[in-house]
C-alpha cells in the first residue's frame, strides 16, 4: 500500500571502537552464523492502514517525540509550525522522516508531526518482525536498509531507528504481539561488507605500516634481513604483540579500558577468596 | 515466586517440630570469647528486657544486616537495593499473569539489573533493582510501571517492600565457632539475584557439617571444622555457579546493546533448557558439548551485531 523507494546513501565513516569488532573472532561467529541463519520472511500481509502522516522536515534533524501512552494527544512539531492535524490512527511511523525528494503516500507533504503514538509503527515492522520484501532493490534484499538508515538523509525505518525509539519510548511486550526480529536474520555478509571490511582495511593498514617499519628498524640496528628475522623466535614474539596491539588498542582509551576488564574479570572471585585469605594473613578485615 | 511470610513461618514451625527451641527476642549483640573454650554470649531483648544465652556454636542466619556479622568483625559488601510493589489486580489482567512471569531490562528500568512482574497467588509483584544508582530506584520503579501500565490497569498497591541484596561474600564467612549463611554471608547471585535457595541450602550444610564436627554435640568443633565441612563444601560446590552468574551479568546487563544480545540468544531453545535446568537445580545444567560451543558461538554473534547497532545509533542522532 505504502511502497517508498530507498536509497541507500552511505555516507557515514565506518568507526571501530569496540572491542568486539575484532577481526578473527567476528568472522568466526559470523561463520557460524551463516550456518545457523533462518531466513524468515514474514507474510507480506500489511495491517490495513488508514492513514500515513509524513512530516517533510526541512532541517536534518531528527526530532524525538514525546508521545504519552494510551492517551490521545496532537500537538505541534518542534519545528515550529502552529498547525496541527487531527489524529486518525493509531499507529504511526515514530520519526519524522527527512526527506528531500519523498512523497508521502497522500501526495500531501505535511508540515506537522502527529503524535498519536501508542506503539512503534512502521509499514516495513509487520508481526514483530521487518518485511524483507519491502527492502528489495534489483530482486534482492538490500540489508544495508535493514540494519539502519545510512544517514538522515534517507527514508527507512530500519532497526537502528527502531531502537532508538524503544530507548525514549519504552514500550511493554506481550505474547500476543510478539518480536521476532532476531539480528541473525541478517545474513553474515552483509554485516561483514557493511561493517567488518572498512575496519579491516583500517586495521590492516596500521598492522603493514607498524611491521613494515619495525623490520626496516630491526635490519638497520641488527643488519638481521626480513626472511631471516622472520625465522627468530624473538622476532616472531613481537609480530604477535604488535599484531595483537592493532586489535585491542585502537584508541588511546582502550588501553585503560583492557586494564579495568582484566581487573573486573578477578574481582569477583578475589572477594570469594577473601574468607580464605585470613589464615595466612591473620585477618583480613576489608570494609 | 513465592510469598515470603509463609515460607519463613512454615520454616519456623518446622524447626520447632524437630526440636529446635525457638526465642522470639531481637538479638543486639554477641559477645566474642577471648579464650578458645569460653562460651558466647549472646545479649537478646525479650519484650524490652535484657537477657543474655551462653553458646558453644553460633550460625548468624540473620540477613544483609547481620548483627552476627558485625560483632565478629566480618567485613562489608556492596549492596544492590531491591524495590517492589504487591499490586492486587482486577481479575482479568490476573488471569494473564496465571502462569506468566515477566522480566523486563532496559535503562529505563534498571541501569545494571532487570525489573520483574511476579506473580504471588492473588496479587503481583512489580519491583526492580539496581546497584550502582541506588537513589534513582523511585525512577525505575516509575519505569517498570510505565511498561506495564495496561497490564496493571485498575491494580492497587497492597505493600511496598525494599531490600539491600547482598552483591558479594563478605571477607570472613566463618570466624572462631561462628559462621555465617545465607544474605548474612552474602550468597546471592548475581544476574538473577537468587538468594532463597542458597541460604537454606548453606544453612543445612553448616548445620549437617556441624553435626558431623561435633559428633552429635558430644565434642567441642573449632574453625577448622567449620571451614571444612561447610565453607570448603560450599565453594566447591557453587563457586562455578556463581562465578558464571556474574560473567552473564556483566556482559548482558551492562548496557542496551548486550541486553539486546540476551534476549535474541535467549530465543534459543537449547538456551532456554539450559537456563531452566540450571535454575531449577541451581547448578550449572550439563549439556551437549557442540551445543554449548554453538551456543557460545550465538552469543558472541549477536553481542557482535547488537554492539554494531548500537553503535551506528549513537550517530543518528
Known amino acids: 500500500m505504502h511502497s517508498h523507494f530507498y536509497e541507500i546513501l552511505d555516507s557515514l565513516p565506518p568507526c571501530s571502537e569496540k572491542l568486539f569488532g575484532s577481526a578473527s573472532l567476528s568472522k568466526l561467529t559470523m561463520s557460524i552464523s551463516i550456518a545457523l541463519l533462518s531466513l524468515s520472511s514474514p507474510p507480506s500481509t500489511l495491517l490495513p492502514k488508514t492513514h500515513f502522516f509524513f512530516t517533510h522536515k526541512p532541517t536534518l534533524s531528527l526530532t524525538s517525540t514525546r508521545p504519552s501512552f494510551f492517551t490521545f494527544r496532537a500537538s505541534a512539531a518542534d519545528n515550529g509550525a502552529g498547525v496541527s492535524a487531527p489524529a486518525a490512527t493509531v499507529e504511526e511511523p515514530k520519526v519524522p522522516e527527512a526527506s528531500e525528494g519523498s512523497v508521502g503516500s497522500n501526495g500531501a507533504v505535511e508540515p506537522e508531526k502527529v503524535m498519536v503514538l501508542t506503539k512503534f509503527g512502521d509499514p516495513k515492522w509487520i508481526n514483530g518482525t521487518w518485511d524483507l520484501k519491502q527492502f528489495q532493490k534489483n530482486g534482492q534484499t538490500n540489508w544495508d536498509a535493514v540494519i539502519d538508515a545510512g544517514s538522515v538523509w534517507a527514508l527507512k525505518c530500519p532497526e537502528e531507528l527502531r531502537r532508538k525509539w524503544l530507548e525514549d519510548n519504552p514500550e511493554s511486550s506481550s505474547n500476543d504481539d510478539p518480536v521476532v526480529f532476531d539480528t541473525s536474520i541478517i545474513p553474515w555478509w552483509a554485516w561483514m561488507k557493511r561493517f567488518h571490511l572498512p575496519e579491516a582495511e583500517l586495521l590492516n593498514g596500521r598492522a603493514a605500516m607498524i611491521g613494515f617499519f619495525m623490520a626496516y628498524l630491526v635490519d638497520s640496528l641488527t643488519g638481521v634481513g626480513l626472511v631471516d628475522q622472520m625465522g627468530n623466535f624473538f622476532c616472531k614474539t613481537l609480530l604477535f604483540v604488535a599484531v595483537v596491539g592493532v586489535l585491542l588498542i585502537r584508541k588511546n582509551e582502550d588501553i585503560e579500558t583492557v586494564k579495568k576488564l582484566l581487573d573486573e574479570t578477578t574481582f569477583y572471585d578475589k572477594q570469594w577468596q577473601a574468607t580464605w585469605q585470613d589464615e595466612t594473613s591473620g585477618g583480613n578485615k576489608k570494609e | ?317
Open chain 2, 1 to 317: 515466586m513465592l510469598r515470603r511470610e509463609v515460607l519463613d513461618s512454615f520454616l519456623r514451625f518446622r524447626a520447632q517440630s524437630h526440636g529446635a527451641q525457638l526465642i522470639h527476642a531481637l538479638v543486639t549483640e554477641v559477645d566474642v570469647p577471648s579464650s578458645p573454650n569460653a562460651p558466647y554470649i549472646i545479649h537478646h531483648l525479650i519484650n524490652n528486657s535484657r537477657h543474655s544465652l551462653a553458646v558453644d556454636v553460633v550460625i548468624g542466619a540473620d540477613g544483609a544486616n547481620s548483627r552476627v556479622a558485625k560483632s565478629i568483625k566480618a567485613g562489608n559488601y556492596s549492596c544492590a537495593i531491591a524495590f517492589q510493589e504487591r499490586i492486587k489486580l482486577p481479575d482479568d489482567k490476573m488471569e494473564y499473569y496465571k502462569d506468566l512471569a515477566e522480566m523486563y531490562v532496559g535503562n529505563d528500568v534498571s541501569p545494571d539489573f532487570y525489573a520483574w512482574v511476579f506473580p504471588k497467588c492473588d496479587h503481583v509483584a512489580v519491583g526492580t533493582g539496581t546497584v550502582c544508582s541506588k537513589q534513582d530506584i523511585k525512577k525505575y520503579q516509575r519505569g517498570i510501571r510505565e511498561r506495564v501500565k495496561c497490564k496493571i490497569k485498575g491494580g492497587k498497591v497492597i505493600k511496598v517492600e525494599a531490600h539491600p541484596i547482598p552483591e558479594h561474600p563478605r571477607s570472613i564467612r566463618v570466624a572462631g565457632r561462628v559462621a555465617l549463611v545465607g544474605d548474612a554471608a552474602g550468597y546471592v547471585t548475581k544476574c538473577s539475584g537468587e538468594g532463597i535457595y542458597f541460604a537454606a541450602k548453606s544453612g543445612r550444610i553448616c548445620g549437617e557439617g556441624i553435626v558431623k564436627a561435633s559428633e552429635g554435640g558430644e565434642k567441642v568443633i573449632n574453625e577448622g571444622d567449620l571451614k571444612r565441612e561447610y565453607l570448603r563444601k560450599w565453594d566447591d560446590k557453587y563457586l562455578s555457579t556463581y562465578k558464571v552468574l556474574d560473567l552473564l551479568q556483566r556482559v548482558f546487563y551492562g548496557s542496551n546493546a548486550g541486553r539486546e544480545a540476551m534476549v535474541e540468544v535467549c530465543g534459543d531453545e537449547y538456551v532456554q533448557r539450559m537456563t531452566f535446568d540450571s535454575y531449577l537445580y541451581k547448578r550449572l545444567a550439563d549439556g551437549n558439548r557442540v551445543e554449548d560451543v554453538k551456543m557460545v558461538l550465538k552469543s558472541i554473534g549477536s553481542l557482535i551485531r547488537c554492539n554494531i547497532v548500537s553503535r551506528e545509533m549513537q550517530k543518528l542522532y
